[in-house]
């Protein structure tokens, strides 16, 4: 019995099936080993964008920032883990995976409400902050998820149509880092037209605030302005503004000139343009295929 069974060992089926056995064995420690060893590579490693619009790509620009970071940064993220969405859990993963000089918290404001009050922020809202510098910033999901308010309008459902994880996260780590922000001023008085909400948060990104300045009533241009713009002006300058401009100029400031179409003389505002070798012209530039 005993030679019997040794020689089924020996067999070719028998040969084949301990090959296969052996072979499910290793592939088995092999998955094993991986698995140990992904599980000690950094989330920027581990995670592999294969969303559509690769929205959890980070560009060099900001890992550029994020590698000359000497600051540590904290990330408070007022908001329930569970059910935040995973397009948010997963870049600020990847994100602060970026620098080890960025920590993460998660606060659960149902079972913390006391802590949006004393951070003076709403739910779902993450506070970007720097110790050294004592400034902070707050990113609201809806600024990271940004919806299609056109399709409420028309169809009255929203849906998220923009992603702008890094643009925000990068934008806040600019901003309290910095020591100093830019101020920018525009123009009033001319008949000029107002920012659009648009405009406003690519300044507030980029880490500039915004005021208005009517050079009739001041009579002067603020010393903090480090840009300076006109935004379509539909009436002229007087002369007492263009030597406003003119001295501001002089000493190195900046000035942005946006044209609009009008039928008032700008003999003043126009001449100033012409002492830099301005010269306005008629008419229109056109995009004839897209508009």
Known sequence: ????????????????????????????????????????????????????????????????????????????????KDSTDTRIKSFIKKYTALSDKISVKWIDPVLHPAALTKAGVEKDTIVISCKDTGKTKSVSFDDILVSDSYSYYTTGSSSASEFDGEG???????????????????????GE????????????????????????????????????????????????EVKLLSSYLKKGGKVVTLLAQTNKSMKNLYGLLKDYGLTVQSGYIADTERS
Do not use: W
Request: aromatic share 8%; glycine share 4%; hydrophobic share 35%.
């Open 1 to 80: 019995m005993l030679e019997k069974i040794k020689k089924s060992f020996r067999s070719a089926s028998s040969k084949n099936g301990s090959y296969s056995v052996g072979m499910i064995a290793l592939v088995i420690c092999m998955v094993i080993v991986v698995n140990l060893i992904a599980g000690q590579l950094p989330e920027n490693v581990k995670s592999i964008d294969i969303s559509d619009n690769n929205i959890y790509g980070v560009s060099k620009t900001s890992k550029k920032v994020l590698n000359k970071l000497d600051k540590k940064e904290t990330f408070k993220i007022y908001a329930e």
């Open 168 to 190: 925000q996260f990068t934008s806040a780590i600019n901003s309290v880092t910095s020591e100093q922000t830019e101020k920018m001023y525009y123009t009033t008085g001319h």
């Open 193 to 240: 037209a107002a920012f659009s909400d648009s405009v406003t948060k690519l300044f507030s990104k980029n880490n500039m605030t915004t005021d208005e300045v009517n050079l009739m009533m001041t009579g002067e241009i603020p010393d903090d302005c480090d840009l300076l713009i006109i935004d379509g002006a539909t009436s002229d300058f007087t002369k007492d």
